[in-house]
């Protein structure tokens, strides 16, 4: 289904009745990497898995940013009148739910990333370089995104006030001491690195995830 906020479509699919969690998919893809986890999730939650703007089939728009995003994010949960709800965010997703926590410290009651970064410099220098390579060749907007945000500083961390879980692979394309640093930042947040797991196999198609989950949510 569609709703308008922020003067653009976004799409969104709901599953289950529970406690609220929205998932929030990474760069260049769409709700639907989360098909396995949603199965799991469904039947303890209420499920809201959408698709981020310019992705998927929400609304392609000439304008495209993190901070754009989570203000969508924000007038999305104000829209729905979904109360308190928790928001897992991986990659580009965690970054928006780094957004809307500090810009609405008391909008959201948990929240939960792995592999965000504050920064592009946050990226390993491989990633970084494929990155700049793929908007070079395609001109790709989501690609510029990538290299040119985001831009949070630790001073936007400590405006984060509800419990925050802070997660990335052992071989993810973030680097370790930049994860460590997002997490020593926020005053009430934990920090887990998963052994033999890179950037998405935990969470693309996938459903290694739903333990920490529900581990961090209970």
Known sequence: MNI??????????VYGEGKPII?????????E???????RLKNNYKVYAIDSR?????????????DLMAVDMIEFIKKLKIDKPIVYG?????IIGLLVAIKQPKLLSKLIISGANLNPNGMSKSMLIISKIGYFITR???FKMMIKEPNISRKDLEKIEIPTY??????????????RLIAENIKNSKL????????????????KIYDIIKKYTI
Do not use: Q, W
């Not at 308008?4 to 699919?13: A, C, K």
């Not at 991986?90 to 965690?94: I, L, Y």
């Not at 887990?192 to 459903?207: D, T």
């Open 4 to 13: 308008e906020v922020n003067d653009i479509d976004i799409y969104y699919e």
């Open 23 to 31: 998932l929030l998919h990474g760069n260049s893809e769409t709700h």
């Open 33 to 39: 990497i989360f098909d396995r986890l949603i199965e």
């Open 54 to 66: 310019c992705h998927g089939k929400s609304e392609k728009t000439e304008e495209i940013s993190y």
């Open 90 to 94: 991986f990659s580009d997703g965690g």
């Open 140 to 142: 790709n907007k989501l």
């Open 166 to 179: 802070v997660l990335a692979g052992e071989k993810d394309v973030i680097m370790e001491e930049h994860t």
């Open 192 to 207: 887990e690195i998963i052994p033999k797991e890179n950037h998405s196999s935990y969470v693309v198609h996938s459903e």
